[in-house]
């Protein structure tokens, strides 16, 4: 068996569902698949950081494709490529594909389906993490808010992430709007390691743009935990601010199985 490249055409014959966000700062670039197809990856341009990712993802017994292994922030299209030929290649030498990532609870029908589905590739990095949460901290803080991002549309807001550049205090803008109201929701991402609390200044710097554009809500996420003192401070206001930390993300992300 080997790795190969294919086509956008028979990559999308896989019946790939994809979600409007990532559709609109990403788009993949390249396809590889190996010889049996029990292996397939894309290389993916993140126009908004100008970076590269790859998806490696394996065709499980319920005939879906599911994420196995991915890496972020990638330099150039081409290490990107490189990298993804030299996994996948790895995988096929020690059959590690074949370890199941999702077990189907419902029993197979004997009839066999007749195509291979694609799951949605956003909703796999999901699962990805749901299964290693501890991948969190490979991200690039960017990537990170991509993350949050992608989950609070899947919560039923409409998003917008801020510039890079930003002064601070909100990295995502999230509305749920109805004939009756509108909730504001702003977000702000800490990618932190775990022994980097984030402290009490952080808490009242959100505070002030929370007053500042009269939100409904702020929420501080991290993938690290929250000081003492930062947790005091947001028990004052917490009908308005609220902290998750890793263990919280943990618990979104088992959504996602």
Known sequence: MS???????????????RQGTAQIISTEKSWYA????????????DHINNDWTYIVLARHEDELYRCIDLD??????????????????????????KEPLYVSKQEKTEQEKSSVILTDINMELKKFFNKH??????????????????????????????????????DIIAYIRN????????????????????????????????????????IIVTTSFFSKDAVEMAKA?????????????????SEYS
């Open 34 to 45: 190996d010889s049996d197809k029990n292996i397939i990856g894309t290389v993916i341009l």
């Open 237 to 253: 206001t917490e009908h308005q601010l609220q902290l998750k930390d890793y263990d919280d993300l943990k618990v979104w992300l």
């Open 72 to 97: 972020t922030s990638i330099k150039s299209r081409t290490l990107a490529e490189e990298n993804l030929h030299e996994k996948m290649s790895k995988m096929e030498v020690t059959d590690q594909a």
């Open 3 to 17: 790795i190969i490249q294919i086509t956008k055409k028979e990559f999308d014959s896989k019946n790939p569902a």
């Open 133 to 170: 949460p501890e991948r969190l901290y490979d991200l690039s803080p960017r990537k990170f808010e991509e993350l949050i991002a992608s989950i609070f549309e899947d919560l039923g807001f409409d998003v917008q992430l801020t510039k890079a550049t930003r002064d601070g205090g909100t």
């Open 179 to 218: 004939a009756v109201c509108e909730f504001l929701t702003l977000v702000e991402c800490k990618k932190y390691a775990p022994d980097n609390k984030v402290g009490v200044g952080i808490v009242r710097e959100v505070n002030g743009v929370h007053h500042l554009k009269k939100a409904s809500k702020s």
